[in-house]
């Protein structure tokens, strides 16, 4: 089968579970924008001088493949989405950027005034990693607003993107100080 389905020439695309919808749905604004920041901490891992901040990024990466799938899904067939054995964001994996936050608070990293990205390649790619955070944030909350509507959305996804950019934040002025 080729990647190249032509399902898509008519300007729409395929939900989970064979819905389809616009291309410039809510729905897919948000887990595109998830996507595309998915891509950014990819750049942000393969460009980052300590270990232990590209296993962090990998872990984040991990847990935005079930954020995507979770929004890839229309509200209506999440019960069947839980059902099939996929994963949804629970408060556990945003608090486990609570943890990173903390991490690296006590290494005494910065977190006042505005930053000046590109310091070094490193912390340069978090800083763009962490704004592509920032515009997921947005979309995922224009699709909330478009699902107050009558179908509720899972609000924990706005809470892990927030806590996320927070930790984008604090690891990219890391990377500055640490070089």
Not at 18 to 33: L, M
Not at 61 to 75: C, D, F, P
Not at 89 to 98: C, Y
């Amino acid at each position: 089968m080729s990647i190249a389905t032509k399902t898509g020439d008519d300007g729409t695309t395929g939900l989970m579970y064979n819905r389809r919808v616009s291309k410039c749905h809510p729905r897919v604004e948000a887990y595109g924008a998830v996507d595309e920041l998915n891509a950014a901490l990819g750049t942000a891992r393969a460009l980052a001088t300590a270990s232990a901040t590209a296993a962090q990024l990998l872990a984040i990466q991990k847990n935005l493949v079930i954020l995507m799938g979770e929004l890839a899904t229309a509200s209506e067939d999440l019960p069947r989405f839980v059902k099939d054995g996929f994963s949804v964001v629970t408060p556990d994996l945003s608090a486990h950027l609570d943890v990173i936050v903390r991490e690296i608070e006590s290494q005494n990293v910065s977190f006042k005034h505005w930053a000046t990205p590109g310091a070094n390649p490193a912390a340069a790619a978090l800083d763009v990693a962490r704004t592509a955070c920032r515009r997921a944030e947005r979309r995922v909350c224009a699709l909330d607003e478009a699902a107050q509507a009558g179908q509720g959305m899972n609000r924990e996804i706005i809470v892990f993107l927030n806590r996320l950019s927070d930790a984008l934040w604090l690891m990219a002025r890391r990377a500055e100080q640490n070089g």
